[in-house]
């Protein structure tokens, strides 16, 4: 049986006060599913219903349902092993200490200011990301970035010899059978986010990055619907051992601590939490846009929250706190 009530009326309460427009969400405990879509799809510059059926923009779940799963896939063809230079791959990445496991726990301390980024073209941008510094957070600090995910689709793009959002859908997208996860969407089917240059983004990603490096962008720009996110999820929890294009041995390595000792943990592109009683890793990510996805591989359990919370405005620091309520309570209710 759910219960998961405490959660539920935490994820409800988000749209009685007005922290987002409206939510889909969905537990899963083992073979059980309950869904529930509540509030608006937009409230301007009209107010529309929210549908059961409605696409999301993902943000950064880009990271780990396309970029990520393309790079397992290898892994799990014996390919790559994650120890290769990513100079390797992108001679113009001169440090050669910087190996794909670094940026898949985001503790490769690439990062620096890119002056007027947002005002860079799609070569300009991507010529800043790989001439960025290593500075000295090398893997003595895990400190999340687009970045690594950027370089892991240029990683991608010189292995397949395409861009990593073509890559992702012919290898990972289509042959799971997620009909409505898509870099594509149609506008009507989408619910719409913030406000840019006076338009309301629908259909088009709001990450400024993914919109200027388009099928080059592996950190975000992927749309889905719940029920897509539901069957993944199954793969992931080992409900259903055939959707995910690797084996469930190499699923089961996400759920353990990557990093160092003295590292906050992660592990290969996914943020860990613990449970509260027994302490094993249950793996979670979230998107800027309000979305969010917690798996409990051992309790064969999970949430998924689907919010588009910079709607109509992206200054939702509200959202952040309320976030972090539901996922302590999903833990505590969980480990009963």
């Keep these: ?50 549908s059961p059926f409605a696409e999301y923009d993902l943000a950064s779940l880009t990271k780990v349902i396309a ?39 985001h503790t490769s301390g690439i990062r620096g200011w890119i002056p007027n980024r947002d005002q860079l073209d799609h070569d300009q941008l991507l010529d800043a990301i790989i001439h960025l510094p290593v500075t000295d957070e090398f893997k003595a600090k895990m400190r999340y970035a687009d970045t690594n995910f950027i370089l892991l689709g240029l990683v991608i793009k010189k292995i397949f010899g395409a861009p990593v959002q073509d890559v ?18 149609i506008k009507k089917d989408c619910v719409p986010t913030a406000i840019v240059n006076g338009e309301v983004l629908q259909g088009i990603s709001h990450d400024p990055k993914a ?27 080992g409900l259903d051992k055939t959707i995910l294009p690797y084996s469930q041995q190499t699923v089961s390595l996400l759920f353990d601590n990557k990093n160092a000792v003295n590292v906050k943990p992660r592990s290969w592109g996914w943020d860990l939490r613990f449970d509260p009683k027994l302490h094993y890793p249950i793996i979670l990510h979230t998107g800027f846009t309000g979305t969010l996805i917690i ?19 992206g200054h ?21």
Excluded at 5 to 31: C, H, W
Excluded at 212 to 224: V, Y
Excluded at 328 to 334: D, V
């Design 1 to 50: 049986m759910i219960d998961y009530f405490a959660t539920q009326n935490l994820i409800e309460s988000m749209v009685t006060e007005r922290v987002v427009p409206g939510v889909n969400y969905a537990f899963i405990k083992d073979k059980q599913v309950f869904t529930s879509t509540i509030g608006f799809a937009s409230i301007y510059p009209t107010v529309t219903q929210l």
């Design 67 to 105: 970029t990520e799963n393309v790079l397992l896939k290898l892994y799990d063809q014996g390919k790559i092993n994650f120890s290769e230079p990513l100079h390797q791959f992108i001679p113009e990445f001169s440090d050669q200490r910087i190996r794909l496991f670094h940026l898949l726990t």
């Design 168 to 185: 992702a859908m012919q290898e990972v997208i289509k042959p799971m059978g997620l009909t409505h996860t898509t870099f594509h969407p």
């Design 211 to 237: 919109r200027q490096l388009g099928s080059d962008c592996g950190s975000a720009g992927l749309f889905s619907s719940m029920g897509d996110l539901i069957k993944l999820a199954r793969g992931y929890l």
């Design 295 to 313: 798996l409990d591989r051992l309790k064969r359990s999970g949430l998924i929250l689907l919010t588009n919370r910079v709607h109509p405005s």
């Design 316 to 336: 939702n620091t509200i959202f952040l706190a309320m976030r972090e309520k539901i996922i302590q309570s999903f833990l505590k209710e969980n480990s009963k």
